[in-house]
């Protein structure tokens, strides 16, 4: 009954009201984080984007890997001494990680942060991390080693040294956790977008879908392809355009495969649509690194998924698309 009076409510609300667009940016999380919303005024549309981005603020301070006393780096510096409790929000954040981890054959894995470190000192030095250097990196990785307790609500980083980065999917989770904010706030249809990884809920009024186009690095492909119509989804590319090294002609990429120790080599870019951005993020990360071939397996065998990717090769530009790609809506 609770349910049915909320409903009738939000489609009255949906009906009377004449909603304005509102947008704002703001710094966060290492990328500018905005908000666009549908709004009946400009106070209530600013009240919303303010409590969005708070709550972004909130979850940088949990999940940040540069910020020294983030609930993220005071686990990390529990590595090797046993369980420790875990906040909400990193709980689920490291518990979805973890699934994708297994999935993906740890093509995603949180745990490749010394190599992660290793290769972003790479990429300020301009040279290949050496060999030996790898391997001890490689020997602190390794998804098995870090143990989530569901009913403690604890996590254990079981090797001395050990370190988690979330950079593949925080950004999503962050998106998401903003899309939700804006809906405490009786914000129905927004669009949050941090960097690359987008999450948007319902159309804009009298829209089939949020136009979104996708960041294809500089790869030249036609526009059908690239903007796409969307509502309660989330959207993510990964690739080298921004971050990335050139060594004696070699392109590294800020993305890892935590099996090999190395960074990417060779351009792509891979655009993953889900039901949230905390997985499209995530997803977007994992198939980088899977390719094409392994990548678009596991994304068809994901209910609510659907991928493209690009790859520059010897031959020329190589468009892979996933199944549900063909039944995106499209901009017309
Ligand atoms: P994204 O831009 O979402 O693809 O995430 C890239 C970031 O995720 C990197 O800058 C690293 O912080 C982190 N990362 C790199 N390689 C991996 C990997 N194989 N699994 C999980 N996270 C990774
Ligand atoms: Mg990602």
Same mark, same amino acid.
């Given at each position: 009954?609770?349910?049915?009076?909320?409903?009738? /409510?939000?489609?009255?609300?949906?009906?009377?009201?004449?909603?304005?667009?509102?947008?704002?940016?703001?710094?966060?999380?290492?990328?500018?984080?905005?908000?666009?919303?549908?709004? $009946?005024?400009?106070?209530?549309?600013?009240?919303?984007?303010?409590?969005?981005? &708070?709550?972004?603020?909130?979850?940088?301070?949990?999940?940040?890997?540069?910020?020294?006393?983030?609930?993220? %780096?005071?686990?990390?510096?529990?590595?090797?001494?046993?369980?420790?409790?875990?906040?909400?929000?990193?709980?689920?954040?490291?518990?979805?990680?973890?699934?994708?981890?297994?999935?993906?054959?740890?093509?995603?894995?949180?745990?490749?942060?010394?190599?992660?470190?290793?290769?972003?000192?790479?990429?300020?030095?301009?040279?290949?991390? %050496?060999?030996?250097?790898?391997?001890?990196?490689?020997?602190?990785?390794?998804?098995?080693?870090?143990?989530?307790?569901?009913?403690?609500?604890?996590?254990?980083?079981?090797?001395?040294?050990?370190?988690?980065?979330?950079?593949?999917?925080? /950004?999503?989770?962050?998106?998401?956790?903003?899309?939700?904010?804006?809906?405490?706030?009786?914000?129905?249809?927004?669009?949050?977008a941090?960097g690359g990884d987008v999450?948007?809920?319902?159309?804009? $009024?009298? &829209?089939?879908?949020?136009t979104i186009e996708i960041a294809t690095a500089n790869f030249q492909v036609e526009p059908k392809l690239k903007s796409l119509l969307l509502?309660?989804?989330?959207v993510s590319t990964s690739g080298d355009a921004e971050q990335f090294?050139e060594?004696?002609g070699v392109r590294y990429s800020h993305i890892?495969?935590?099996?090999?120790?190395?960074?990417l080599t060779g351009r792509h870019s891979v655009t993953v649509v889900? /039901?949230?951005?905390?997985?499209s993020?995530?997803?977007a990360?994992?198939v980088s690194?899977?390719g094409a071939k392994?990548g678009i397996?596991?994304v068809?065998?994901?209910?609510?998924?659907a991928v493209l990717l690009l790859e520059d090769t010897a031959s020329g530009l190589q468009v892979w698309k996933s199944?549900?790609w063909q /039944?995106l809506k499209t901009v017309e």
């Amino acid at each position: 009954m609770g349910l049915f009076i909320a409903a009738t /409510k939000v489609h009255a609300f949906a009906c009377s009201e004449i909603l304005s667009r509102f947008e704002q940016s703001q710094p966060h999380m290492g990328t500018l984080a905005r908000i666009v919303i549908y709004a $009946p005024d400009k106070e209530a549309a600013v009240r919303a984007a303010n409590a969005a981005f &708070k709550r972004i603020q909130e979850l940088e301070a949990i999940f940040s890997d540069y910020q020294n006393d983030s609930e993220l %780096n005071r686990l990390c510096q529990q590595a090797g001494k046993g369980p420790a409790p875990v906040s909400p929000h990193l709980f689920r954040i490291l518990v979805q990680s973890q699934e994708l981890a297994v999935a993906s054959g740890g093509a995603f894995d949180i745990t490749a942060r010394p190599l992660v470190n290793l290769w972003r000192r790479a990429r300020r030095q301009r040279a290949v991390p %050496n060999p030996e250097r790898v391997s001890q990196a490689l020997h602190l990785t390794g998804y098995q080693h870090l143990k989530v307790d569901a009913n403690a609500h604890t996590a254990h980083l079981t090797k001395p040294g050990m370190l988690l980065d979330l950079g593949g999917i925080a /950004k999503g989770y962050a998106a998401d956790e903003a899309i939700q904010s804006l809906q405490q706030a009786g914000i129905e249809s927004a669009l949050v977008a941090l960097g690359g990884d987008v999450a948007v809920s319902q159309a804009p $009024p009298g &829209k089939r879908g949020w136009t979104i186009e996708i960041a294809t690095a500089n790869f030249q492909v036609e526009p059908k392809l690239k903007s796409l119509l969307l509502s309660n989804a989330g959207v993510s590319t990964s690739g080298d355009a921004e971050q990335f090294v050139e060594i004696d002609g070699v392109r590294y990429s800020h993305i890892i495969d935590p099996r090999s120790g190395m960074a990417l080599t060779g351009r792509h870019s891979v655009t993953v649509v889900a /039901k949230n951005a905390t997985r499209s993020d995530a997803l977007a990360t994992t198939v980088s690194v899977m390719g094409a071939k392994g990548g678009i397996a596991l994304v068809n065998a994901a209910p609510d998924s659907a991928v493209l990717l690009l790859e520059d090769t010897a031959s020329g530009l190589q468009v892979w698309k996933s199944k549900k790609w063909q /039944k995106l809506k499209t901009v017309e």
